[in-house]
């Protein structure tokens, strides 16, 4: 088992940064890829940018490409999610996400999840 667990949301103005964490524990050396999904009201989950444990490979959505940065801090088992210019339309539950698989990493199917954070932008 993998446990995820996010902070740092909050209330952000309109062209603003905001950065999540995500402390990864548990089964870390299971994991294959960690990502960020987020979630707005009334509208289904969606991918917004992935990490591949390892090797440091990146994917983001094209929504979020050149304004939002993952990372991890591997002494801290810790993933990071740098969100700059940030828009209204960011507004969302933001969740941590974790995969063994390579199939479920490539398919953006997860399998271990945090509680999410709230994350608001003011227009």
């Known amino acids: 088992q993998v446990q995820l667990v996010e902070s740092g949301g909050g209330l952000v103005q309109a062209g603003g940064s905001l950065r999540l964490s995500c402390a990864v524990s548990?089964?870390?050396?299971?994991?294959?890829?960690v990502g960020w999904f987020r979630q707005a009201p009334g509208k289904e989950r969606e991918f917004v940018a992935g990490r591949r444990w390892n090797d440091g490979m990146t994917l983001y959505a094209d929504s979020v490409k050149g304004r939002f940065t993952i990372s991890r801090d591997n002494a801290k088992n810790t993933v990071y999610l740098q969100m700059n210019s940030l828009k209204p339309e960011d507004t969302a539950v933001y969740y941590c996400?974790?995969?063994?698989?390579?199939?479920?990493?490539?398919?953006?199917?997860?399998?271990?999840w945090g509680q999410g954070t709230q994350v608001t932008i003011s227009s």
């Open positions: 548990g089964r870390t050396f299971s994991v294959y890829g």
């Open positions: 996400a974790a995969t063994w698989s390579p199939r479920a990493f490539s398919n953006r199917e997860y399998d271990y």
